[in-house]
Nanobody
Framework: QVQLVESGGGLVQPGGSLRLSCSAS????????MAWYRQAPGKQREWVAT???????NYADAVKGRFTISRDNGKNTVYLQMNSLKPEDTAVYYC????????????WGQGTQVTVSS
């Protein structure tokens, strides 16, 4: 089962940008569909974006046009480029890996905090 470690979070002003990274180990990265989720204080965890094993992407309406998910199978890493950040993007961001052939096999990272504030 794959192990995931997120990085790249921090404090940024509204309108700014951040790039999150999620590094995977312990399994064949290219076999996994990768996704980003986020959880704001007092709210449920919500889906942000997904990238398939073939690099097809999907986004939640709240981030479409501002966030870009990508993957580098050579580096076993998935990225989330976040532009035009808003205070409502403040949350802990988590990456998730789902094994394509066996969707019941999945892993979560520990999360990275993103705070958008002036």
């Amino acid at each position: 089962q794959v192990q995931l470690v997120e990085s790249g979070g921090g404090l940024v002003q509204p309108g700014g940008s951040l790039r999150l990274s999620c590094s995977a180990s312990g399994s064949i990265f290219s076999d996994y569909v990768m996704a980003w989720y986020r959880q704001a204080p007092g709210k449920q965890r919500e889906w942000v974006a997904t990238i398939s094993t073939g690099s097809n992407t999907n986004y939640a309406d709240a981030v479409k046009g501002r966030f870009t998910i990508s993957r580098d199978n050579g580096k076993n890493t998935v990225y989330l480029q976040m532009n035009s950040l808003k205070p409502e993007d403040t949350a802990v961001y988590y990456c998730k890996a789902v094994l394509l052939r066996v969707p019941s096999i999945s892993s979560w990272g520990q999360g990275t905090q993103v705070t958008v504030s002036s």
